[in-house]
C-alpha cells in the first residue's frame, strides 16, 4: 500500500483524473435535473481540470507542495461554470496545506483535503446540503479518522472514497429537487470520479483511453502562429439565410459552392436554405442564392484580418513585441461583457463595452477566458458582466487576478440584466455610485427565454419530453409546448409581460426574420400598452430572450 506521495506523483494522479472525468463527463451531465441545454457539469468539471493536466504535463516538479500549487493555478485560470469554480478552490486549499513540502502521507493528504473544503465553504455564500460541498466535507472527515488508523496515503484516500459514496447517495434525500427527480448530484459524483481517478493511478491502474485522451492535449487556446496569413485558401468566411421563393434545387446550390471554396455547410426546409462556407468570392456566393430566394440575413467576415489581428494581439506577428502585462489605462472606467450572437454582441459593443468574451449557456468560458479581456481593457476599473448565472464565480475568480486595475463583478444573470446595468452607467459618477445605480437597474428588469427540452423529464410538475419548446421565467421553468406561438402567446399573458413599459424581443440563429415577426405581432396584440423592440440577437440556445420594464 502506497504509503507517501512526491511531486510527479501527484501530477500523474491529476492526469489520470482528468482522463476519467472526460471519459464520464456525459453520464455526468445526464445527472443534472432542470433538462435545458447547459453548460454542464460534467463538461465544466472535465474542462477546468484538463487544465491542470496540460499544465502539469509540461514540465517535471519534484515537490508535493510544487505540483499541488502548480494544480491550484491551473484549476483556478481555467475554471468553468460553478462546479468548475468550487473545484478549483477544493485544490486551492489542498495546495495551501501542502505548500514547501517534498513529500506527503496519509496524514498530510486528509488535512489537505480538510483545508480545501474550509476555502471552498468560505467562498460560497449560501453553501446548500446535498451537493458537491457535502460530499467533499465528508470525503474530508472520513480521510482524518482514517489517517489515525493508517498512515499510508492510499488507505486514507480509499476510506475518502468509500464515505463519499454514501454521502453522494444521501444527496438525492438533501435536495428536494434531486429528490424528486429519483438522482444524486453532479457535482457531487463529479468530484468523486476525480477521487477514484487519483487512486486509481496510486494503484497503477491504466488510464482511461479514447477521445479524452485526446482532449487533454489541446491547448488553451489556437497557436495562430503555426501558419501564415497567406496560408489561407478561401479567405471570407461567408454565411447567410434565403427564403426559398422559387422551386430550384438547394443541391444544385451545394454544388456550386463546393465549386467556389471549403467549409461548406448547407442545411434547409420548405422554407429556408442557410449556409456557411469560406470562399474567395461572397458576391457570386450571394448573387447565386438570390436566385433562390430573399437574402434574410448576410455576415461576411475577411478571416486574413482577423488572423492577422490575432497575430499582432498574441504579440506573434513580424517583429511584433510580446505584450507586456495588461493594456495601460486610458480612462477610468471599462467595461466586459460575456454573451454569445453577433447582434447581442453589437448591442453591448454599442452601449460603450471594451472587450468581448463569447460565451454563455452551453459554453461557459473560464476565469482565464475572462482574465484575458480584462488585461485588453485600458481602464483603471473594469465592470464586468457576466450575463450568466453559472459563470458570476468564475468571473469573481479574476478579482484577485487583476493587476493594476480594480475589476468589479456585477452579478447579471442574464443578457436583459446586463443590458439595463448599462444604460444606467454615468461616466461621471464613482465607482461606489456606479456600482450601486447599475445594481438596482438589473434587478429591475425581469427576464423570459424560449429554449428547447435537451432531454426527457418529469421537472415542477411538468412532464418535459425531449425536444419540447420551453419557457423560462427568471430561470424558472413557466411552460412547454411543441407549438413556439402558442408558448409565446402564453407568455406575452404573463404579469410581468401585462405590467412591462418596455419589451424586447432578441431572437436567435436559429429563428427567421420573418418568424420573428410573428413573434413580435403576438406581444403587441397581447401587451398593446408597451413598446416593443425588436432585435436580431444572434444568439445560440435560446431561440427569444425577452425583456421586460
Do not use: W
Not at 486551492?92 to 465553504?121: E, I, P
Not at 482565464?368 to 450568466?388: C, F, H, K, S, W
Amino acid at each position: 500500500m502506497r504509503g507517501t506521495i512526491d511531486g510527479p506523483l501527484l501530477s500523474r494522479m491529476i492526469v489520470h483524473a482528468a482522463a476519467s472525468i472526460s471519459a464520464q463527463k456525459q453520464q455526468i451531465n445526464e445527472l443534472n435535473v432542470f433538462p435545458v441545454p447547459d453548460g454542464d457539469t460534467g463538461t465544466n468539471m472535465s474542462m477546468t481540470i484538463a487544465t491542470a493536466s496540460a499544465e502539469l504535463r509540461k514540465k517535471p516538479l519534484t515537490g508535493v507542495g510544487a505540483a499541488a500549487q502548480a494544480n491550484a493555478n491551473a484549476l483556478l485560470r481555467g475554471a468553468r461554470g460553478n462546479s468548475g469554480v468550487i473545484l478549483s478552490l477544493l485544490f486551492r486549499g489542498f495546495a495551501k496545506a501542502l505548500k514547501d513540502r517534498d513529500t506527503a502521507d496519509g496524514a498530510d493528504f486528509a488535512a489537505a483535503l480538510d483545508c480545501g473544503v474550509s476555502t471552498a465553504y468560505k467562498a460560497v455564500m449560501k453553501p446548500a446540503e446535498g451537493t458537491i460541498l457535502t460530499v467533499s466535507r465528508l470525503c474530508a472527515r472520513r480521510a482524518a479518522e482514517a489517517a489515525q488508523e493508517d498512515l499510508s496515503v492510499e488507505f486514507v484516500l480509499d476510506e475518502a472514497l468509500k464515505e463519499g459514496h454514501i454521502a453522494l447517495a444521501d444527496t438525492v434525500n438533501q435536495n428536494p429537487v434531486l429528490k424528486k427527480a429519483g438522482v444524486v448530484d453532479a457535482g457531487g459524483k463529479g468530484f468523486l470520479v476525480i477521487l477514484q481517478g487519483m487512486l486509481d493511478e496510486l494503484r497503477g491502474m491504466p488510464m482511461p483511453q479514447g477521445p479524452q485522451e485526446e482532449d487533454a492535449a489541446v491547448q488553451d487556446h489556437a497557436d495562430f502562429g503555426a501558419f501564415q496569413t497567406g496560408d489561407i485558401q478561401f479567405g471570407y468566411c461567408t454565411e447567410f439565410i434565403c427564403s426559398r421563393d422559387t422551386q430550384k434545387d438547394p443541391e444544385a446550390l451545394r454544388g456550386f459552392l463546393s465549386a467556389l471554396g471549403d467549409s461548406l455547410v448547407l442545411v434547409d426546409d420548405d422554407e429556408i436554405i442557410k449556409v456557411h462556407v469560406h470562399t474567395n468570392h461572397p458576391g457570386k456566393v450571394l448573387e447565386e442564392a438570390l436566385t433562390y430566394g430573399a437574402l434574410q440575413t448576410v455576415k461576411i467576415e475577411n478571416m486574413r484580418s482577423q488572423h492577422t489581428e490575432l497575430l499582432e494581439e498574441a504579440g506573434q506577428a513580424a517583429g511584433a513585441p510580446a505584450p507586456q502585462g495588461p493594456a495601460a489605462p486610458e480612462k477610468k472606467y471599462g467595461f466586459v461583457s460575456v454573451c454569445a450572437g453577433e447582434g447581442i454582441a453589437a448591442v453591448f459593443r454599442d452601449l460603450g463595452v471594451d472587450r468581448i468574451v463569447s460565451g454563455g449557456q452551453t459554453m461557459n468560458p473560464s476565469t482565464q477566458d475572462i482574465m484575458g479581456e480584462i488585461d485588453r481593457t485600458p481602464a483603471e476599473i473594469v465592470y464586468v458582466l457576466p450575463n450568466n448565472k453559472n459563470i458570476i464565480m468564475a468571473a469573481e475568480q479574476c478579482i484577485p487576478l487583476a493587476q493594476g486595475k480594480t475589476v468589479v463583478v456585477l452579478p447579471t444573470k442574464t443578457i436583459p440584466q446586463g443590458v439595463s446595468a448599462l444604460l444606467s452607467f454615468d461616466p461621471d459618477a464613482s465607482q461606489e455610485d456606479n456600482t450601486r445605480a447599475m445594481t438596482q437597474a438589473m434587478e429591475q428588469v425581469h427576464t423570459s427565454q424560449i429554449t428547447y427540452a435537451a432531454r426527457n423529464s418529469d421537472f415542477d410538475g411538468f412532464e418535459i419530453r425531449e425536444g419540447d419548446y420551453l419557457a423560462l421565467s427568471e430561470s424558472q421553468l413557466f411552460g412547454t409546448d411543441r407549438d413556439i406561438f402558442a408558448l409565446l402567446g402564453r407568455l406575452a399573458r404573463e404579469e410581468h409581460q401585462q405590467k412591462a413599459e418596455f419589451i424586447t424581443l432578441y431572437y436567435g440563429e436559429d429563428v427567421t426574420s420573418s418568424q420573428a415577426e410573428t413573434a413580435k405581432e403576438i406581444f403587441t396584440a397581447a401587451c398593446p400598452h408597451a413598446d416593443i423592440t425588436l432585435i436580431a440577437g444572434g444568439q445560440p440556445v435560446y431561440y427569444y430572450l425577452i425583456a421586460a420594464e
